[in-house]
């Protein structure tokens, strides 16, 4: 039997890593075991991993090309292992209807280095005007970059987002109580907390919970409290920055974005959480802006960029002893994949071979400068990293030897199911 390529390589399969050969076939894994003939086989070194899958984001592409587009974007995406992005609809012109949607979709298809979905936005009024073919309904409960908050949902629409059959992410903090906390002028990451309060989040949390949807998502939780809130009842994303950050951290408006980053104290809580496996994914919720709209803190937008980062930040985790990798593993590659119903996130026949080689004991540390967004000013710059140095996606390697060999081949995702 003849094939399109073979790999070969320490597979992390069936939950353990082993020495395999796994074959493709338009893009798919058709055959697993050792000694497979058929093609040339090409040795991937180091630990082979599934590519992860970001559901989280902001590409600002378009409409804010300035900050970032689906080139720069889907190409950061490739450095950090990422084959797969699910971009938020809170553009300029917000995706809130069926031609908007489009519109979007057209622009970027020739674009992307990597696979990617594409969110609509629900705004309390237009559920019966979303694109059928949206990956995902993304809800704003209270307001942040380019969106209004959704207050009320009504039961006819709730019905419409539940039909679609696809995940509704939550923007989790409460309308009503970030009024009653508004600052007029802040000037630091604490009073930037002090204006959205935790207990915003809270209160949208045990509003998630009630909401009778199938597929719910509440989005970038940044205190352990909301996981009772929600009492299971809806999958919870937790970002790396709300992980590893906090406001008492000389980040400037470079750490300012929605929700806050909380207390160290928070902080510790939230990443003991995460490493008891207390969440179900771990997004980026990358949102970059240029370095103008951060200069002074009172009027800097909110946002982080973080797609590259994502999971090298964690697999340096993993090579210092403090997580174990299924943990990241779970989260950041076979979670989120399965959450968006593709076939992708796991080592197995008739999945997307698209994976990623690293080596573990080649950690090195963030640097800004190497990062390949349009604005790559990181509040992670200097943090311990890992790297893939090579990235195969559809079958056909696009990273080798950390230099980026492909060409702008990502597929939208409801082409490949």
Do not use: W
């Given at each position: 039997?003849s094939?399109d390529?073979?790999?070969?390589?320490?597979f992390?399969?069936?939950?353990?890593?082993?020495?395999?050969?796994v074959a493709?076939?338009?893009?798919?894994?058709?055959?697993?075991?050792k000694?497979?003939?058929?093609a040339p086989v090409?040795?991937?070194?180091?630990?082979v991993i599934?590519a992860?899958?970001d559901?989280?984001?902001?590409?600002?592409?378009?409409?804010?090309t300035?900050?970032?587009d689906?080139?720069?974007?889907?190409?950061?995406a490739v450095?950090?292992?990422?084959t797969t992005?699910?971009?938020?609809?809170?553009?300029l012109v917000?995706?809130?209807d069926?031609s908007?949607f489009?519109d979007?979709l057209?622009s970027?298809?020739?674009r992307s280095?990597?696979?990617?979905?594409?969110y609509?936005?629900?705004n309390?009024?237009n559920?019966?005007?979303?694109?059928?073919?949206?990956?995902?309904i993304?809800?704003?409960?209270?307001?942040?970059?380019n969106?209004t908050?959704?207050?009320?949902?009504?039961?006819?629409d709730?019905?419409?987002?539940?039909?679609?059959?696809?995940?509704?992410v939550f923007?989790?903090?409460d309308a009503?109580?970030l009024?009653?906390?508004?600052?007029?002028?802040?000037?630091?990451?604490?009073?930037?907390?002090?204006?959205?309060?935790?207990?915003?989040?809270?209160t949208?949390?045990?509003?998630i919970?009630?909401?009778?949807?199938k597929?719910?998502?509440m989005?970038?939780i940044?205190?352990?409290?909301?996981?009772?809130?929600?009492?299971g009842k809806a999958?919870?994303?937790?970002?790396?920055?709300h992980i590893?950050?906090?406001?008492?951290?000389?980040?400037?408006?470079w750490?300012?974005?929605?929700?806050?980053?909380?207390s160290?104290d928070?902080?510790?809580?939230?990443?003991d959480?995460?490493f008891?496996?207390s969440f179900?994914?771990?997004s980026?919720d990358?949102?970059?802006h240029?370095?103008?709209?951060?200069?002074?803190?009172f009027q800097?937008?909110?946002?982080?960029?973080?797609v590259e980062t994502r999971?090298?930040l964690?697999?340096a985790?993993?090579?210092?002893k403090?997580i174990?990798?299924n943990?990241?593993y779970?989260?950041a590659i076979?979670?989120p994949?399965?959450a968006?119903?593709?076939?992708?996130g796991?080592?197995?026949?008739?999945y997307?071979a698209?994976?990623?080689?690293?080596?573990f004991?080649e950690?090195?540390?963030v640097?800004q400068d190497?990062?390949h967004?349009k604005t790559p000013?990181?509040p992670?710059n200097g943090?311990q990293?890992v790297?893939?140095?090579?990235?195969?996606?559809h079958?056909?390697?696009?990273?080798?030897?950390n230099?980026?060999v492909?060409?702008?081949?990502?597929k939208?995702?409801?082409?490949?199911?």
């Open positions: 039997m094939y390529a073979i790999y070969s390589g320490r992390y399969f069936r939950d353990e890593f082993r020495e395999l050969e493709v076939s338009d893009g798919v894994i058709s055959h697993i075991g000694a497979i003939t058929g090409t040795k991937l070194e180091g630990a599934p992860g899958t559901i989280h984001v902001h590409f600002r592409d378009p409409g804010e300035d900050k970032e689906f080139s720069t974007g889907s190409l950061s450095y950090g292992g990422t992005v699910y971009d938020m609809p809170n553009n917000p995706v809130s069926y908007v489009q979007k057209s970027v298809s020739s280095y990597c696979d990617f979905g594409l609509s936005l629900y309390g009024k559920a019966d005007l979303l694109s059928p073919s949206s990956s995902g993304k809800i704003f409960l209270g307001g942040s970059t969106s908050a959704v207050e009320q949902v009504s039961d006819n709730l019905k419409i987002l539940d039909s679609m059959n696809v995940p509704v923007h989790g903090e009503a109580c009024k009653a906390n508004f600052i007029p002028e802040e000037h630091s990451l604490m009073d930037h907390d002090r204006a959205r309060p935790e207990q915003c989040e809270l949208s949390a045990e509003v919970s009630r909401l009778p949807l597929k719910k998502i989005a970038h940044s205190t352990p409290e909301s996981l009772p809130k929600l009492k999958m919870a994303e937790v970002t790396p920055h590893l950050l906090n406001n008492e951290m000389e980040l400037g408006s750490g300012k974005v929605n929700p806050p980053l909380r160290r928070t902080q510790r809580k939230l990443m959480s995460y008891r496996g179900d994914i771990l980026s990358h949102a970059p240029t370095e103008h709209e951060k200069e002074e803190f800097a937008s909110a946002g982080i960029i973080g999971i090298p964690m697999l985790l993993v090579a210092n403090t174990p990798f943990l990241v779970r989260t076979a979670n994949a399965a968006m119903g593709i076939r992708k796991m080592i197995q026949l008739g997307f698209d994976f990623m080689a690293v080596r004991s950690g090195t540390r640097n190497r990062l967004s000013i990181s992670f943090f990293a790297f893939p140095h090579s990235v195969v996606m079958g056909e390697v696009i990273l080798e030897r230099e980026f492909g060409d702008r081949n990502g939208f995702v409801g082409n490949l199911k």
